[in-house]
């Protein structure tokens, strides 16, 4: 059974731009979450969409947004790129509305310049 | 307010020695916990978690972890460390609502021959 995986891996963007990360979960999985983790601050909640709704969302800019498509896939977009969004952005995929682990996709390094 | 903490940031330990890694959380309820790896430049794996009943719960690659509910402790042992085991290691509760999780600031752990 495939795992999560997250496209692409690697991204080099200037300041100003901006960027859509990709995220497809486990097959059957119907949430998704999304972590942005830099040496700072560490793991930080950014949103969770579950059934294409947001159901959650972290203490975050509006820059920041995300979608979930009908078959569960999720992206993000972050606007008008600071040198801060530099980071490893995590996408995770849990089985089912709460209360269930999550599983880790390797991660989109985002570096802004 | 929900929090996780890893006292420690880094931590060395000789190959064949044995290893504990510290957590101490702040929650309302009973929480769910969880132990993560995380390779560098890799994605977060799930060691183990605990949801309830047995306080020692088992998991993967020989991690162990015990449950006191009086010490708001969670932590991490393995009897005999292998120099595959040098990583960042993360302690999380949640999920809070729905799938949000909250992370510890991890512990970085190197193993020396």
């Known amino acids: 059974k495939a795992g999560v995986t997250q496209t692409p891996r690697y991204l080099i963007k200037t300041r100003g731009q901006q960027v859509t990360l990709s995220c497809s979960p486990i097959?059957?999985?119907?949430?998704v979450s999304w972590y942005q983790q830099t040496p700072g601050q560490g793991l930080q909640f950014l949103f969770e969409?579950?059934?294409?709704?947001?159901?959650n969302k972290g203490n975050f800019p509006g820059r920041f947004s995300g979608r979930q498509f009908s078959n569960s896939r999720s992206e993000m977009n972050v606007s008008t790129l600071e040198l801060g969004d530099s980071a490893l952005y995590l996408c995770?995929?849990?089985?089912?509305?709460?209360?269930?682990?999550?599983?880790f996709g390797q991660g989109t390094r985002l570096t802004v310049v | 307010a929900q929090s996780v903490t890893q006292p420690d940031i880094h931590i060395t330990v000789s190959e064949g020695a044995s290893l504990e890694l510290r957590c101490n959380y702040s929650?309302?309820?009973?929480?769910?916990l969880f132990w993560y790896v995380q390779s560098p430049g890799q994605g977060l794996q799930l060691l183990l978690k605990?949801?309830?009943?047995?306080?020692l719960v088992q998991g993967i690659k020989g991690f162990e972890a015990e449950f006191k509910r009086s010490q708001s402790s969670f932590n991490l042992r393995k009897p005999s460390v292998h120099w595959s085991d040098a990583a960042e290691y993360f302690c999380?509760?949640?999920?809070?609502?729905?799938?949000?999780?909250?992370f510890g600031t991890g512990t970085s752990l190197t193993v020396i021959p």
């Open positions: 097959s059957g999985h119907r949430s």
């Open positions: 605990y949801f309830s009943g047995d306080t």
């Open positions: 929650y309302g309820a009973t929480p769910y």
């Open positions: 999380a509760v949640g999920p809070l609502t729905g799938n949000q999780f909250y």
């Open positions: 969409y579950f059934s294409e709704t947001q159901r």
């Open positions: 995770a995929s849990s089985l089912a509305q709460s209360n269930t682990e999550a599983f």
